[in-house]
């Protein structure tokens, strides 16, 4: 996929994600669009361990695995946030 293509992809990951755990976290949408494609990219590698496959591009199992990611990563967020407090 290329540049524009992975944007997209994290922006709608990223906005599932926080659609799915909803919370008074800082950021706007380019926030969102890092989450989601950090959370491509971390989806894809536990996919791959765990053999569910990898995200291969725009359809429904990589965008699953790129919505997990993006779910992990804003959990360990809000827990790293939380510490801080």
Request: charged share 5%; hydrophobic share 60%.
């Amino acid at each position: 996929m290329g540049i524009l293509s992975w944007l997209v992809f994290g922006l709608i990951a990223g906005w599932l994600a926080k659609f799915i755990m909803p919370g008074a976290d800082p950021g706007g949408w380019i926030i969102t669009i890092l989450l989601g494609v950090a959370g491509a990219v971390v989806g894809g590698f536990l996919g791959t361990m765990l053999g569910f496959g990898d995200v291969t591009g725009f359809n429904l199992g990589s965008l699953m695995l790129a919505v997990i990611g993006a779910i992990v990563l804003l959990f360990l967020y809000r827990m790293m946030k939380g510490s801080r407090v």
